[in-house]
Nanobody
């Protein structure tokens, strides 16, 4: 069982930046595609970025392209989501999720086997 822990959320003004982290104390994230999803109350969970397990290829939803960047630090067993130029519409709970040997070919949450508990991101002045 892979246990994921997100951190780095918080309150930021519009136009600001945050960096989220996804880590695990046990297991090796390098073997997993890591997707970042977000969800507002009453809405479906939406995938925003993904980094593949094999060659580190990244994929982004159109709404965050050019503003969000996901990366890995295998030495630290951590995946990051760098968010810039944040907008109020980016306010959500953000989750990381893991897909063993995944290639980020689908945004369907069912493709991801393990999930973190989520971290709140609030963009407001």
């Amino acid at each position: 069982q892979l246990q994921l822990v997100e951190s780095g959320g918080g309150l930021v003004q519009p136009g600001g930046s945050l960096r989220l982290s996804c880590a695990t104390a046990h297991g090796t994230l390098e073997y997993y595609a890591i997707g970042w999803f977000r969800q507002a109350p009453g809405k479906e969970r939406e995938g925003v970025s993904c980094i593949s397990s094999t060659d580190g290829t990244t994929t982004y939803k159109d709404s965050v392209k050019g503003r969000f960047t996901t990366s890995r630090d295998n030495a630290k067993n951590t995946v990051y989501l760098q968010m810039t130029s944040l907008k109020p519409d980016d306010t959500d709970v953000y989750y990381c999720a893991a897909d063993l040997w995944g290639s980020c070919t689908s945004w369907d949450p069912k493709e991801f086997d393990f999930w973190g508990q989520g971290t709140q991101v609030t963009v407001s002045s």
